[in-house]
């Protein structure tokens, strides 16, 4: 039996748009999907791992250990000068390094890592663990819509000879970018008011 024009055209469009519906709805799903886990942590290292962290940046190289006697401060700074850390500065950077994920990772040449900013860096985070395990982190410039930051994580030759560059949040500017100041213990003002003096009564003469 032969099918009506007009009927065989629209057996044509429906199968066409359930191609279509399959293909961007159901099979783009899963690839947008895949897309989003290929997000990768940087580190696998839990907080509590790390013994002692040294941040480089333009204007400063930062010593900061963890304080082996005390809770109170949690953080130590050895060098430039040697007194308690901003505990919540500290925090603030190490969540970023435990939990940051990279959006997204290019294969490139070494001899490109410059137009990346990473051949002289914003700077870099160097990371010691408690069982002698050390970790680097490069931050170079913004990308070109400033929304993500060009990085290097423990940075390798691959056998193919490129490097990995990964694209991550521009919070690590914001956390290591920082003056001397920011990074000490605040001062509780409190603590240091003089203490209070009564005037004494001034003496009267007796006649």
């Given at each position: 039996m032969k099918l009506p024009r007009t009927t065989l055209i629209l057996i044509l469009l429906a199968l066409g748009l359930g191609g279509f519906v399959y293909f961007y709805e159901i099979r783009g799903a899963t690839v947008r999907e895949e897309i989003k886990e290929q997000k990768q942590q940087i580190f696998s290292f839990a907080a509590d791992d790390v013994q002692s962290l040294t941040v480089k940046t333009k204007k400063l190289t930062l010593n900061l250990e963890r304080n082996p006697k005390s809770s109170n401060p949690e953080w130590l700074i050895k060098s430039p000068v040697s007194e308690p850390a901003n505990d919540a500065i500290v925090s603030y950077l190490m969540d970023l390094l435990v939990k940051g994920k990279s959006d997204s990772t290019l294969s490139t040449p070494a001899k490109e890592l410059g137009e990346f900013a990473l051949v002289q860096p914003q700077a870099t985070i160097?990371?010691?663990?408690?069982?002698?395990?050390?970790?680097?982190?490069?931050?170079?410039?913004?990308?070109?819509?400033?929304?993500?930051?060009?990085?290097?994580?423990?940075?390798?030759?691959?056998?193919?000879?490129?490097?990995?560059?990964?694209l991550i949040s521009t919070d690590f500017a914001n956390a290591v970018n920082r003056e001397l100041s920011e990074w000490k213990q605040p001062v509780d003002n409190?603590?240091?008011?003089?203490?209070?003096?009564?005037?004494?009564?001034?003496?009267?003469?007796?006649k």
């Open positions: 160097n990371i010691t663990l408690k069982n002698r395990q050390s970790h680097q982190l490069i931050l170079g410039k913004s990308n070109f819509n400033g929304r993500f930051l060009y990085a290097q994580a423990d940075p390798a030759t691959k056998p193919d000879g490129n490097i990995n560059v990964l409190s603590q240091k008011l003089p203490p209070l003096t009564i005037p004494k009564p001034s003496p009267t003469n007796s």
